[in-house]
């Protein structure tokens, strides 16, 4: 699988961590950047080109990583066809893909070690949408205000039970 990696200076180490593992588990990375470390920089150009390649190529993933990981899933989110994820743990790494089909996982390189930081990206890559309807339901609500500005109809009351 091809996957997109952009961070900013904070996310910079373990975004060439993560390269190197996921080409170790036999997929395609490709790193938007930065590809020196600046501890100027800005994170937007590089978490959003790699949420736009993500977007862009369907069956592809995108990895975005800073200090906290909160600015970076922002951003990531701007960009249309992007349902990124702040993962923190093991679960919210797997429910982002069982639930959500998100496309891109946000990380805080800063509120993580190395090894359990990986393991999210590893579970979060490894991890298939279920494809339950009322999870296929809510991604096409979110989609379809993407597209038109609409927001979903609120259900009567119970309607939802």
Do not use: C
């Not at 390269?19 to 395609?28: A, I």
């Not at 309807?133 to 109809?153: Q, Y």
Request: zero cysteines.
């Amino acid at each position: 699988m091809r996957i997109f990696l952009g961070s900013d200076h904070a996310g910079f180490e373990l975004k060439q961590h993560l390269v190197d593992r996921l080409k170790e588990l036999g997929h395609e990375p490709v790193d938007v950047g930065p590809h020196a470390y600046d501890a100027a920089d800005d994170y937007p150009p590089y978490v959003m080109r790699a949420a736009k390649a993500a977007a862009d190529e369907p069956g592809s993933l995108g990895i975005v990583i800073g200090g906290s990981g909160n600015g970076e899933v922002i951003a990531a989110d701007k960009v249309p066809g992007v349902r990124a994820a702040l993962v923190w743990n093991e679960q919210t790494a797997t429910l982002a893909r069982e639930h959500n089909d998100a496309n891109v996982i946000s990380l805080g390189a800063r509120m993580h070690p190395l090894g359990d930081a990986t393991r999210f990206v590893e579970l979060f890559v490894a991890t298939p949408f279920s494809n339950d309807p009322r999870h296929v339901r809510r991604i096409a609500m979110i989609s379809e205000f993407e597209k038109t500005g609409e927001l979903p109809a609120v259900p009567e009351a119970g309607a939802g039970e």
